[in-house]
């Protein structure tokens, strides 16, 4: 009976340990994911560096009235234009994290302003990769939405 007991103790102990792992993992995926936001409003292009691939892609989707367009464009290209004059702030709404060994995707909804003024609404999706240097984002898509955006805010 006491080797049941301590059989089921040390089961019972691995799996929580498993659980706190994964909650560490999802931790450190969105500090990056906030990262990339946080970047985006200093226009920091060493942190934008940090936690991206350079060659990684970054697809746009706009949702304009009854007219959907797609483009597509690399991060390398976005460092080049991070000198604006507008005041740029992504704010995300909540997050999903799934995980699997050395690659994870970040669902994001998120709200935007430019200069303090609302712009629009959507969602992100970002594709990461862990490396020796921790987690960092490869690939990021997005939405643009002038509506639904409560509805994300309830999501």
């Not at 594709?127 to 960092?136: N, S, V």
């Amino acid at each position: 009976m006491k080797h049941i007991i301590i059989l089921l103790l040390l089961i019972i102990s691995i799996n929580s340990y498993s659980q706190d792992s994964d909650k560490s993992v999802e931790k450190a995926i969105i500090d990056v994911v906030n990262q990339f936001f946080e970047s985006l409003e200093k226009q920091d292009t060493i942190l934008m560096k940090k936690i991206v691939f350079i060659d990684g892609q970054i697809w746009r989707v706009r949702n304009n009235q009854n007219k959907i367009s797609y483009d597509m464009r690399y991060f390398k290209d976005d460092l080049k234009s991070f000198n604006s004059k507008e005041t740029l702030l992504e704010t995300p709404l909540s997050f999903e994290i799934k995980i699997h060994n050395e690659i994870a995707m970040a669902w994001v909804p998120y709200e935007f302003r430019i200069n303090g003024e609302f712009s629009h609404c959507g969602i992100d999706v970002f594709t990461l990769i862990y490396t020796r240097e921790g987690w960092k984002i490869v690939n990021a898509s997005y939405t643009i939405d002038k509506k639904g955006c409560e509805e994300l805010k309830k999501q």
